[in-house]
C-alpha cells in the first residue's frame, strides 16, 4: 500500500527470467520489486537503488517450508511428499532440495550460488554477512515483525503500515514439537543460517536502538491501532459498496 500498482511488481521464478530482459526503461520505472530475489539483483534495476530483508530463525523456516510443501498441490515437492508420505526428517536425508539448507544464506550471499548444485560455504556466510551490513536499508526478522515494519516506515517514508496476517500455514506445528533427532539434522543442515541469524539479529538490534528512546512507544502504539485493523477493514469494505451502488 505504499507505492500504487503501477510502481511495483512481484516477481517469482519465471517472472524473474521475464524481467531481466525487460528494456531498461521498463525495469526502471518500478519503486518496489519483490520476491525471493537473490542479492545481485540491482544489477538490472537501472536506478539507484537498495535492498530490505526479512530473515527467519532457520528452524522455524525449514519447518515452515516443509509443511507448506505438504498443504500446496502446486508446490513441486507435493506429489513426493503425497505419495511417499515423506516426514522432515527423510526428506533431509535425502538431500532432494537446496532450499532446506542454508538457504538464507545462499540468497544474501549472492547470485553466483544460485546454482542449487553449488554447496554453500563459509566463504558465502562472509559474503552475505558483508551484503547485509553494506547494501541493505533495512535488516529485518519476521520475529519482530512489527518493529521492523516501523524501521521501515522510519527509513523510507512510509504511511503507518497496517496490516491483516495472510497465507499462514495451518498444519504447522510449534517448532518446540520436533523431536531432539529431527531438530539435530536440521541444525546440521543449516549451520550457516544459523550464524547468519545471529548476525542479522545483532545488525536489528542496532537499527532498533539508532531509531532512539521514542521507539518502545512508537511500537506499542502501532501494536494497539494494528489490533483494530482487521476489525476496520470490513467496515471500509461494506462502506466503499454501498458508495459504488
Do not use: M
Amino acid at each position: 500500500r505504499q507505492y500504487s500498482r503501477a510502481q511495483t511488481v512481484k516477481l517469482d521464478d519465471p517472472q524473474i527470467i521475464a524481467f531481466k530482459s525487460l528494456p531498461a526503461a521498463q525495469r526502471g520505472r518500478y519503486r518496489l520489486v519483490e520476491g525471493h530475489l537473490y542479492f545481485g539483483f540491482h544489477r538490472f534495476i537501472p536506478r539507484a537503488s537498495t535492498y530490505i530483508t526479512f530473515l527467519r530463525r532457520p528452524v522455524e523456516r525449514v519447518l515452515s517450508f516443509y509443511y507448506y510443501a505438504r498443504s500446496t498441490s502446486d508446490h513441486y515437492l507435493y506429489p513426493l511428499l503425497a505419495s511417499e508420505r515423506l516426514d522432515l526428517k527423510t526428506l533431509l536425508s535425502r538431500d532432494l532440495t537446496s532450499e532446506l539448507c542454508n538457504g538464507q544464506t545462499r540468497q544474501l550471499a549472492g547470485d553466483e550460488w544460485e546454482d542449487p548444485q553449488r554447496v554453500v560455504t563459509r566463504a558465502a556466510l562472509e559474503r552475505a554477512q558483508s551484503n547485509l551490513r553494506s547494501h541493505f536499508r533495512v535488516v529485518g526478522l519476521l520475529e519482530e515483525f512489527d518493529a521492523s515494519l516501523l524501521l521501515l516506515r522510519r527509513a523510507f517514508d512510509w504511511q503507518l503500515p497496517f496490516y491483516v496476517k495472510e497465507n499462514v500455514t495451518k498444519e504447522k506445528p510449534d517448532d518446540t514439537a520436533l523431536d531432539a533427532e529431527t531438530r539435530g539434522l536440521v541444525e546440521e543442515a543449516n549451520s550457516l543460517d544459523l550464524e547468519l541469524y545471529e548476525y542479522a539479529r545483532n545488525l536489528f538490534e542496532e537499527q532498533r536502538r539508532a531509531a532512539g528512546d521514542s521507539f518502545a512507544a512508537e511500537l506499542s502504539d502501532f501494536r494497539r491501532l494494528n489490533r483494530a485493523y482487521p476489525r476496520a477493514v470490513p467496515r471500509f469494505a461494506r462502506a466503499f459498496r454501498r458508495i459504488l451502488r
